[in-house]
């Protein structure tokens, strides 16, 4: 991933502070329909202090985004990135991108080589950012991985989950050559307004969704990259 230059008056800082710490918290509400459960401040707080990662995104004095990821078991120099957000009006900026920049630089000088997330797969947007752009390599789908969650993004649907894993050192992983794919799994292109305006729609789509990877899956095949048009491409395991 090339790195992109920051804009002029943007800025990544820790979270030294509990007024910092109860203000990164209110942004991620923000960006999660209005729910603190997600990372509450005494919990961020409590990351922050013992050495994790967590940061704010600032425009300015104004905290507009967030990261916060922990560290894994000793023996795996892994980091796992739990939450990251950015106000919404300020998305599809390439602030989001700006925070994983940092976020790698920072667990590279911690000698850490891997960092993992999840992400919904039913989102287009972070499958093409997290597949595409930074080049990760998905490792698990997770059913309902989370359970019930109650914030203005996931009410309602049940809380499928990918797994990716970014190797900090090494190129991104390519999007697989046509010759390459044997199956190919379609995602709606804004299930954010679908859930909105159509939640049976959504609903329906996240147990296709489902239903058609782990058929894959169960075959023998892997998730090898994503594609705007066709959705995840599956290729033979090498």
């Known amino acids: 991933m090339a790195d992109s230059p920051?804009?002029?008056?943007?800025?990544?800082?820790?979270?030294?502070t509990v007024d910092e710490v109860h203000t990164a918290s209110q942004?991620?509400?923000?960006?999660?329909?209005?729910?603190?459960?997600?990372?509450?401040?005494?919990?961020?707080?409590?990351?922050?202090?013992s050495g994790n990662y967590a940061v704010g995104l600032y425009d300015g004095d104004r905290m507009v985004g967030a990261s916060v990821a922990?560290?894994?078991?000793?023996?795996?120099r892994s980091m796992h990135s739990h939450i990251t957000g950015v106000l919404p009006g300020l998305q599809s900026k390439g602030l989001g991108r700006l925070l994983k920049q940092h976020q790698r630089e920072w667990a590279l000088a911690r000698d850490v080589g891997h960092?993992?997330?999840?992400?919904?797969?039913?989102?287009?947007?972070?499958?093409?950012?997290?597949?595409?752009?930074?080049?990760?390599?998905?490792?698990?789908?997770?059913v309902n991985h989370y359970g019930p969650m109650d914030d203005g993004v996931n009410r309602g649907d049940e809380t499928d989950r990918v797994m990716v894993s970014w190797a900090l050192a090494a190129p991104p992983v390519p999007t697989?050559?046509?010759e390459r794919v044997?199956?190919?799994?379609?995602v709606p292109h804004d299930i954010e307004t679908m859930r909105r305006e159509?939640?049976?729609?959504?609903?329906?789509?996240?147990?296709?969704?489902?239903?058609?990877?782990?058929?894959?899956?169960?075959?023998?095949?892997?998730?090898?990259?994503?594609?705007?048009?066709?959705?995840y491409l599956f290729v033979a395991r090498s």
Do not use: C, K
């Not at 039913?122 to 752009?133: G, I, M």
């Not at 159509?198 to 998730?223: K, M, N, S, T, Y």
């Open 70 to 76: 922990f560290f894994a078991a000793p023996a795996a």
């Open 176 to 178: 697989p050559p046509d």
């Open 6 to 16: 920051t804009p002029p008056g943007i800025d990544i800082r820790p979270l030294d």
């Open 115 to 142: 960092i993992t997330w999840t992400f919904d797969p039913l989102v287009a947007r972070n499958a093409h950012f997290n597949l595409r752009v930074l080049g990760t390599r998905v490792t698990e789908y997770l």
């Open 198 to 231: 159509a939640p049976a729609d959504a609903a329906a789509w996240r147990v296709r969704v489902r239903e058609q990877v782990l058929a894959l899956l169960a075959d023998g095949l892997v998730i090898g990259g994503f594609d705007d048009d066709r959705g």
């Open 27 to 49: 942004v991620l509400a923000d960006v999660w329909g209005g729910d603190r459960g997600g990372m509450p401040p005494n919990l961020l707080r409590a990351l922050a202090h």
């Open 182 to 186: 044997v199956a190919s799994v379609a």
